[in-house]
C-alpha cells in the first residue's frame, strides 16, 4: 500500500514560481513511476508531468513543457514539480499519482496510475 500526499499549492501572482512535493509512504516507491495531473474547476484531469522509476525518463504536457521540471528523490520517497512563469491557466487542483507496478517509462494516462494523493490547490492571479 502507498499512500501519496501532495504539499506546496498556493497563490501565486503570474509569472512566479511554485514547487509542489509529493511524500510517499511505502518501501517499493522507487519502483513505481510517478505523475503530476491537475484538474481545474468542469474540466477533465490532465496529465502534466510524469517521470519513470529511476527518474531517467521524464514527459511533460505541451501546456507546461519548458515551465515544469519533475524530478524524484527515492532516497526521501519524494517526488517534485517545480513551475515556473505560472499562467492563471495553471490554475488548478494539483495530484500526484503512482504506479503499482514497476515501470521504466513515463506514464501519461490516468488510468496506468494506482495510487492518488488528495491534491494541493494551486491559484495563479493575474
Known amino acids: 500500500q502507498v499512500q501519496l500526499v501532495e504539499s506546496g499549492g498556493g497563490l501565486v501572482q503570474a509569472g512566479g514560481s511554485l514547487r509542489l512535493s509529493c511524500a510517499a509512504s511505502?518501501?517499493?516507491?522507487?519502483?513505481?513511476?510517478m505523475g503530476w495531473f491537475r484538474q481545474a474547476p468542469g474540466k477533465e484531469r490532465e496529465f502534466v508531468a510524469g517521470?519513470?522509476?529511476?527518474?531517467?525518463?521524464?514527459g511533460y504536457s505541451d501546456s507546461v513543457k519548458g515551465r515544469a521540471t519533475i524530478s524524484r528523490d527515492n532516497a526521501k520517497n519524494t517526488v517534485y514539480l517545480q513551475m515556473n512563469s505560472l499562467k492563471p491557466e495553471d490554475t488548478a487542483v494539483y495530484y500526484c499519482a503512482a504506479t503499482n507496478v514497476p515501470t521504466a517509462v513515463v506514464v501519461t494516462t490516468t488510468w496506468g496510475y494506482y495510487y492518488w494523493g488528495q491534491g494541493t490547490q494551486v491559484t495563479v492571479s493575474s
Open positions: 517521470v519513470s522509476w529511476s527518474g531517467g525518463n521524464t
Open positions: 511505502g518501501r517499493t516507491f522507487s519502483s513505481y513511476a
